[in-house]
């Protein structure tokens, strides 16, 4: 899947990433990590805790500009932290709306309201909602403005089974429905195997890319034992990324 | 129960005052009941709503100026590290400068007009709001910061939606304090160069027959009106920017 469309919706190319700060010793962080996202597709980078996958997503995103290389495509998504960050003194719908540009805030979007089951807590504040109703508002704020790629950061991360699931199966339908593409971070292998078209490797820091794994197989035709396997040979192959 | 004890210390702080009058008999403390005759007297001759009012308004003047300066002072000190680094001593310097200098040699070097009173009640009191400001605007969410940046906010939606509500408490304590202290320094203003307002009619009390009814009489009215409008203005203010948490 990964030779489908002509041009990827995300491309990435950081030659070298540096933190230096007074007083420690320069760390690299990344060092020569290049992929691109299709259209449609979902990809999810894994890799060790620490790895630089978020500092990589920041410099996709354009928040860190101090590196060397090449980054496109974040002008066309939409982003969701690790932590919900919404504004905790406007409400669910006010935080929403802030996805859009100002000349679009006040566009209808009772059809997002609903596929996400946010209709009864538009006039909420965020505090008053749980941690997985705050992480479908930041969904719904990433959402809003139809974006091409959604790109995620360790969404599902410290929610119960049955609310990742459930937030998971909301995200795989939203993109499945609009043709959108989701490049996702995570530390969960189990999550990327059940979800992604795409495997990303990451090494340890420096951060460069160990494996491109495709995934073939449809996504409604994965079961656990195909999962399993999957996992095994993956860890089988890169034992340092991915535990048995 | 909380107004019940309010109210019972005040009277108990009354009739504390009413036994010392009593026992030392004296012009120089007089009973709750003197100053209240004489409030009265001076309502009815029309000084009291006349001297009340300009110093309402010299506060209400200086306030306004005083927290828009330094809330606009605050926040660039709190988010440029060159301008803090810059006019951190100046500010130091005005801060440990006591009001009573400012005072005077802003009637010295304007001359005395209300122009030089209002600034001097400015410069007492901006840096105390700068400096609260600054705090405020040093410890922005810089989470929220990002998520601004990655959603590509304007700069009015970021001012309006992220700056001003993380800005918003500490606004407030700096009005709250600066509001009591505006208004102990109008009343040295008016003492040092102005022919009204309660700090003239303090002094000239004081000077004319060391009358300590009018003395009282007038600060107690004006603490009235001053804690008035903290409760019913600022208090609830507050409760309005707190209202999400």
């Given at each position: 899947?990964?030779?489908?469309?002509?041009?990827?919706?995300?491309?990435?190319?950081?030659?070298?990433?540096?933190?230096?700060?007074?007083?420690?010793?320069?760390?690299?962080?990344?060092?020569?990590?290049?992929?691109?996202?299709?259209?449609?597709?979902?990809?999810?980078?894994?890799?060790?805790?620490?790895?630089?996958?978020?500092?990589?997503?920041?410099?996709?995103?354009?928040?860190?500009?101090?590196?060397?290389?090449?980054?496109?495509?974040?002008?066309?998504?939409g982003m969701?932290f690790?932590e919900p960050r919404l504004l905790p003194w406007r409400s669910v719908e006010h935080n929403i709306r802030l996805g859009l540009p100002r000349a679009r805030r006040g566009r209808?979007l009772?059809?997002?309201?609903?596929?996400?089951?946010?209709?009864?807590?538009r006039a909420s504040y965020p505090k008053?909602l749980?941690?997985?109703?705050q992480?479908?508002v930041a969904?719904a704020r990433a959402?809003a403005d139809?974006?091409?790629?959604?790109?995620?950061?360790?969404?599902?991360?410290?929610?119960?089974?049955?609310?990742?699931?459930?937030?998971?199966?909301?995200?795989?339908?939203?993109?499945?429905?609009?043709?959108?593409?989701?490049?996702?971070?995570?530390?969960?292998?189990?999550?990327?195997?059940?979800?992604?078209?795409?495997?990303?490797?990451?090494?340890?820091?420096?951060?460069?890319?160990?494996?491109?794994?495709?995934?073939?197989?449809?996504?409604?035709?994965?079961?656990?034992?195909?999962?399993?396997?999957?996992?095994?040979?993956?860890?089988?192959?890169?034992?340092?990324?991915?535990?048995? | 129960?909380?107004?019940?004890?309010?109210?019972?210390?005040?009277?108990?702080?009354?009739?504390?005052?009413?036994?010392?009058?009593?026992?030392?008999?004296?012009?120089?403390?007089?009973?709750?009941?003197?100053?209240?005759?004489?409030?009265?007297?001076?309502?009815?001759?029309?000084?009291?709503?006349?001297?009340?009012?300009?110093?309402?308004?010299?506060?209400?003047?200086?306030?306004?100026?005083?927290?828009?300066?330094?809330v606009?002072?605050?926040v660039?000190?709190g988010r440029?590290?060159?301008?803090?680094?810059?006019?951190?001593?100046?500010?130091?310097?005005?801060?440990?400068?006591?009001?009573?200098?400012?005072?005077?040699?802003?009637?010295?070097?304007?001359?005395?007009?209300?122009?030089?009173?209002?600034?001097?009640?400015?410069?007492?009191?901006?840096?105390?709001?700068?400096?609260?400001?600054?705090?405020g605007a040093?410890n922005l969410d810089p989470q929220l910061d990002e998520m601004a940046r990655a959603y590509r906010f304007d700069r009015l939606t970021w001012a309006r939606d992220v700056l001003i509500p993380q800005l918003q408490p500490y606004v407030v304590?700096?009005?709250?304090?600066?509001?009591?202290?505006?208004?102990?320094?109008?009343?040295?203003?008016?003492?040092?160069?102005?022919?009204?307002?309660?700090?003239?009619?303090?002094?000239?009390?004081?000077?004319?027959?060391?009358?300590?009814?009018?003395?009282?009489?007038?600060?107690?009215?004006?603490?009235?009106?001053?804690?008035?409008?903290?409760?019913?203005?600022?208090?609830?203010?507050?409760?309005h920017v707190r209202r999400w948490r």
């Open positions: 899947m990964s030779a489908a469309g002509a041009d990827p919706v995300l491309r990435v190319s950081i030659d070298s990433k540096w933190y230096r700060s007074r007083g420690a010793e320069p760390v690299e962080a990344v060092r020569d990590l290049a992929f691109g996202v299709e259209a449609g597709e979902i990809v999810c980078l894994i890799g060790p805790s620490g790895a630089g996958k978020t500092t990589s997503l920041r410099i996709l995103l354009g928040l860190d500009t101090d590196y060397t290389g090449q980054v496109s495509g974040a002008e066309q998504a969701v690790q209808d009772d059809g997002l309201f609903g596929r996400l089951g946010l209709a009864p807590w008053a749980s941690l997985g109703m992480r479908r969904l959402l139809d974006p091409r790629v959604l790109v995620l950061d360790e969404p599902f991360v410290s929610l119960d089974d049955a609310a990742a699931a459930e937030l998971r199966g909301l995200v795989v339908d939203t993109v499945d429905g609009a043709g959108m593409s989701v490049l996702m971070v995570t530390h969960n292998v189990a999550e990327a195997i059940g979800i992604a078209d795409r495997l990303l490797l990451l090494s340890r820091r420096p951060a460069s890319l160990v494996a491109d794994v495709p995934l073939d197989r449809e996504r409604g035709a994965r079961d656990r034992a195909w999962a399993e396997a999957t996992r095994a040979t993956l860890a089988a192959l890169y034992p340092e990324i991915i535990a048995v | 129960m909380g107004a019940l004890t309010r109210i019972a210390s005040l009277l108990v702080l009354v009739a504390a005052w009413q036994a010392a009058a009593l026992e030392a008999g004296s012009r120089l403390l007089p009973a709750p009941m003197a100053v209240l005759r004489f409030i009265i007297q001076e309502a009815e001759r029309g000084d009291l709503i006349h001297n009340v009012g300009v110093t309402l308004l010299r506060v209400a003047i200086s306030f306004g100026i005083a927290m828009v300066l330094g606009a002072l605050g660039a000190l440029s590290k060159a301008a803090d680094l810059t006019l951190d001593t100046p500010l130091l310097v005005l801060l440990n400068t006591p009001a009573l200098v400012i005072t005077v040699l802003a009637y010295v070097w304007v001359g005395l007009t209300e122009a030089a009173a209002i600034l001097a009640v400015v410069l007492n009191k901006l840096p105390n709001v700068a400096v609260i400001v600054r705090e040093r304590t700096a009005s709250r304090s600066g509001l009591s202290l505006a208004w102990k320094i109008v009343l040295v203003v008016e003492l040092l160069g102005r022919p009204d307002g309660v700090g003239f009619a303090i002094n000239y009390y004081f000077v004319q027959s060391t009358d300590v009814a009018a003395i009282i009489g007038y600060s107690l009215v004006f603490m009235a009106v001053m804690i008035g409008i903290d409760v019913l203005l600022l208090q609830r203010l507050e409760a």
